[in-house]
Each structure stands twice: as structure tokens, then as C-alpha cells.
């Protein structure tokens, strides 16, 4: 069972990365799929979330206009289109899955079970 995230790195402010993270080993099929970050010293929160359909997305309020979630089911594997990059956006992300078959989005993470290993974004100033 594993949710392998990709495509952090080190960019500068006002920059774009791709975050990826396939899933393996468990069912993706009729799953939300959300993205969430850990700053140090901060708590997990919540960044993205989309369903199985694309029909429900959700973002926090501090990423809206400038990243964008998306799923491609046939590959099990979604994304975080992440622009205009800035100095506070640096964190550990990580993809996760929602613990129950559902298209309803939660925002808190008892809400999601298998998590990814996380993919560091630093964005430099």
C-alpha cells in the first residue's frame, strides 16, 4: 500500500511546481483525494481536495487562484498544480486518501487514513 508524492523542490518566489502522487496498492477508485502541508513547527493542514469525478474540489483559502488539484483515475495518480509560489508556501506536502468511499470533501486529516511519504517545497524569497 503506498501513495508515492513527487515533484517538490526548490524554487523561487512567484514560481510553479508540479506535485504528483500515484497510488499503489490500495483502492483510488470512489475516493476523495486530498493534499495537505506541514510547515516546521506547524500542524498538518489541509491545502486541496478533490473526488473521484472531478465534480467536488475544494482548496484552503490561502492557495485559492494560484494552485489547482487535479486526477487522472486511469493512471490512480493526482496532482497540485502550484503557481505564483511564495516564501510561506515552504512545508512537507503530502497526498492522502479519505478514509470512507464518499464524494464528500473533510478538511481534517482523522478524515483521511493512508497518507503519503510527503515531497518538500521550498520556495526561496
Known amino acids: 500500500v503506498q501513495l508515492q508524492a513527487s515533484g517538490g523542490g526548490l524554487v523561487q518566489a512567484g514560481g510553479s511546481l508540479r506535485l504528483s502522487c500515484a497510488a499503489s496498492g490500495l483502492t483510488f477508485g470512489g475516493y476523495v483525494m486530498g493534499w495537505f502541508r506541514q510547515a516546521p513547527g506547524k500542524e498538518r493542514e489541509f491545502v486541496a481536495a478533490i473526488s473521484w469525478s472531478g465534480d467536488s474540489i475544494d482548496y484552503a483559502d490561502f492557495v485559492k487562484g494560484r494552485f489547482t488539484i487535479s486526477r487522472d483515475n486511469a493512471k490512480n495518480t493526482v496532482y497540485l498544480q502550484m503557481n505564483s509560489l511564495k516564501s510561506e508556501d515552504t512545508a512537507v506536502y503530502y497526498c492522502?486518501?479519505?478514509?470512507?468511499?464518499?464524494?464528500?470533501?473533510?478538511?481534517?486529516?482523522?478524515?483521511?487514513?493512508?497518507w503519503g511519504q510527503g515531497t518538500q517545497v521550498t520556495v526561496s524569497s
Open positions: 492522502a486518501r479519505r478514509r470512507v468511499r464518499t464524494d464528500v470533501i473533510v478538511t481534517s486529516t482523522p478524515g483521511y487514513d493512508y
